[in-house]
Each structure stands twice: as structure tokens, then as C-alpha cells.
């Protein structure tokens, strides 16, 4: 099977940001993305619509034009959340955006109105039903079809990176389920979902999407919801691994850190340097570790099953990379990365407010102040204003 892949005219982005759409009396996410969509005609119609529906009515998807810098991402971004704003607040409605909703149960989710959808649910079933959590996707251009299989090979070794800095999931339904993304476990539950499959080169991809779709699998190789993909018709790597991201800065932190992990790998096959090639066993096992601890995993750092403490190799990496990301107008929001390992992921600011005496509710006030003034909420945002919980 011949998949054709339309080569990016350098490290361009393109940015997928999914977002709640929360009640700001009950805090309890609300079905209503049909009629917010409906009023931003401007944004939800034509050729390549700016919002738009994703699997439940409580989320609507906001997507950038193509960029070349995170900055410029993070701006387009800001511009569609702001309209979106202007139209959800007289609503009594906030945006927010964490892995899942720490109140809310999927049990109450309505679909969103879409036939793709429709199928996915009745093909998938329980799978699917539950499916009530929130992600970014960054998709980054790459030159060249034959150095995408390398390069996503090369970028599952950081899927505990991206995960890590993301989490922000650790409330399921009500519970704290102990993990630090229980996204990463509901969604990667879905049969073509999970770490990418290590793969050769391009013609093996082939191959391999060959195999699925005569097999029935899938029916579009869109179906294959791995953590890191390749988007052929927009010449694009997807990492698809992180968590819902409270705010437009942490944004802004893992556009930069994909765009400037693509972009070296592809430099350095450029000059002839053969790719990282993790075993797929470390990729899974520290998948799994920043599932559950988060930035206090300790991940594996060689085939031979040395460890490392995550913190400490973020920070390394930072350092690595921060030569590439000045070259890429990307240092500030590279940057970023700092203030997350010093004052936590969300989900270390999510159990932080509880430790302060706050509810699952004062969780959910602080991930719409967050993303509403774009900084990070490590306190109960309601001691003492008698506004607990709802």
C-alpha cells in the first residue's frame, strides 16, 4: 500500500487543543458545544475550521493555522479561546482544560453530533463510552518521508517526558485514582492506541497500514491513534501523548520542546548520525511510570535498565535543547519547563489545593482561573471566601 506523505517545507506546527466546557455554578462540565459552536460561525464553518466538535458535547477542539514559531501558535490559540470566551461567559460557562474533569462522570456525557463519532461509539462500545477526557496534539512538518519512521522511533524514548510535564489527570469520576494521568489508561485502552510500533522505514509503515486495513482493523489509517503518529497528508510527526494542558504558557512549553526534538532529529540525520532506537519495552515500561508517579518517576535510561529521576533528566534535556531552541525562536516558551519542575504539573497543583484544605469543586475553579489568567494555581483559590464547594 502506497501512503503518500506531502513533505513540510521545514519544522512548521500545528497545535489541537481540547477543551471543557464547564458550568461556573455546579462546576460539573456541560453538554453544550453545539450551540457555543453555532455562535462562532466565524470559527466553526469553512474549508479548515478553527473549533470544532470532539467526541462529547462537553468539548470543543481548538485548532491553529499552520505556524512556524510556538509563540505564534500559542497567539492563534489565544484568539480563538478568546472569542470563544466572549460567547461561553454569558452562558455561565468557563473553558478549562485537565486530562479529565475531576467531578464529572461519563456516564452523564452526551455525543457530539458527528457520524464518525457515531461509529467510533458503536464500534468500540464501553471503550468508547467513557472516553470523557481532554488533550493537545502538536504536529510538527518534517522535510523529508524517509526520516519520519526514524524520527518517531527517536521521540517514543521522551513519551514519559511529554506525559510527565503534562499530567494532569490524577481524578477520575470523583476519585483520586493514585495515578498521575488516568487519561493516558483510558484512552490508551482503544485497540490502535498507545506507543507507536518501532518500525523500520517508510515502506514497513506501509506495509503495516496494508495489513490493518485488509485485515478490517481499521478502516482509514486516521484510525490509528498511536501517542506519536505520522499525519501523512500534512507532512507532519503528531505527538498525541500529552495530557490536557491547563494553561496557554504550558502550551506554548510542549509545542517548543516537540518542535525542537524534531528538528534536532532531523539535523542530525541531515549530518549522518543514526537515530535512537529505544527497545519497546523500555518505551512501555516508562510509559507506564509517568502514568503513575508522574515527575517523581524514576525512568529508564538505557536498555540494560538503568534509572534516572525524572526530574533530573528533564532538566538535562532542557539544557540540551536550549541552543536548538534559540535558533527556533522558541527559548522563552522552552523556558517554561522550569517553572513546571519547580511549582509542579497539574497534577501536582490539583493535590496541592487539596492538601489546603480544599474540594474537588476548588480543583475545578482553579483550572479556569488558570487557564482564563494563564498561571498556575498551587493553593486553594477559595480559603476563606466560603465558596469551597458548590
Request: glycine letters at 8%; one cysteine or more.
Amino acid at each position: 500500500m502506497a501512503i503518500e506523505f506531502n513533505p513540510s517545507r521545514g519544522a512548521t506546527l500545528g497545535v489541537e487543543w481540547e477543551l471543557q466546557l464547564v458550568d461556573r455554578h455546579t462546576r460539573q462540565l456541560r453538554q453544550d458545544a453545539k450551540e457555543v459552536l453555532a455562535a462562532v460561525p466565524e470559527l466553526s464553518e469553512g474549508r479548515r475550521p478553527k473549533a470544532m466538535h470532539e467526541l462529547m458535547q462537553s468539548q470543543i477542539e481548538i485548532v491553529t493555522d499552520v505556524c512556524n514559531t510556538a509563540g505564534e501558535a500559542v497567539q492563534d490559540l489565544k484568539r480563538s479561546l478568546e472569542r470563544l470566551q466572549e460567547v461561553v461567559e454569558p452562558r455561565g460557562t468557563g473553558l478549562a482544560c485537565t486530562g479529565t474533569h475531576a467531578i464529572s462522570d461519563w456516564r452523564d456525557a452526551v455525543y457530539a453530533p458527528v457520524q464518525r463519532y457515531a461509529e467510533l461509539v458503536e464500534e468500540m462500545q464501553w471503550l468508547a463510552w467513557r472516553i470523557q477526557t481532554f488533550g493537545v496534539h502538536v504536529h510538527v512538518g518534517v522535510t523529508d518521508r524517509e526520516k519520519v519512521i526514524p524520527i518517531v522511533n527517536a521521540l517514543a524514548a521522551h513519551l514519559p517526558h511529554f506525559l510527565a510535564l503534562t499530567s494532569s489527570s490524577p481524578y477520575w469520576g470523583g476519585q483520586d485514582t493514585g495515578l498521575a494521568s488516568s487519561r493516558a489508561i483510558v484512552f490508551g485502552a482503544l485497540p490502535t492506541a498507545g506507543p507507536p510500533h518501532l518500525l523500520a522505514d517508510w515502506a514497513e509503515f506501509e506495509e503495516y497500514m496494508g495489513t490493518l486495513l485488509r485485515a478490517g482493523t481499521i478502516r482509514s489509517i486516521k484510525e490509528v491513534w498511536w501517542d506519536i503518529r505520522p499525519h501523512p497528508d500534512f507532512g507532519t510527526i503528531e505527538v498525541r501523548m500529552f495530557d490536557g494542558i491547563p494553561t496557554p504558557r504550558e502550551v506554548g512549553m510542549v509545542v517548543a520542546l516537540s518542535q525542537c526534538l524534531v528538528h534536532q532529529f532531523d539535523q542530525q540525520i541531515d549530518r549522518g548520525y543514526k537515530l535512537p532506537h529505544p527497545a519497546a519495552w523500555v518505551v512501555r515500561d516508562n510509559k507506564w511510570r509517568a502514568t503513575r508517579y508522574g515527575l517523581d518517576a524514576d525512568v529508564i535510561t538505557d536498555d540494560h535498565g538503568s534509572t534516572a529521576p525524572m526530574r533530573d533528566v528533564l532538566y538535562e534535556l532542557q539544557r540540551e535543547l536550549e541552543p536548538v531552541a534559540e535558533r527556533l525562536g522558541c527559548a522563552e516558551e522552552l523556558a517554561v519547563m522550569t517553572d513546571v519542575l519547580e511549582q509542579g504539573s497539574s497534577c501536582e497543583r490539583q493535590r496541592a489545593i487539596l492538601a489546603d484544605g480544599g474540594a474537588l469543586e476548588d480543583i475545578v475553579d482553579a483550572t479556569l482561573i488558570e487557564l482564563a489568567e494563564d498561571r498556575f494555581v498551587t493553593s486553594n483559590p477559595n480559603r476563606g471566601s466560603g465558596h469551597s464547594s458548590a
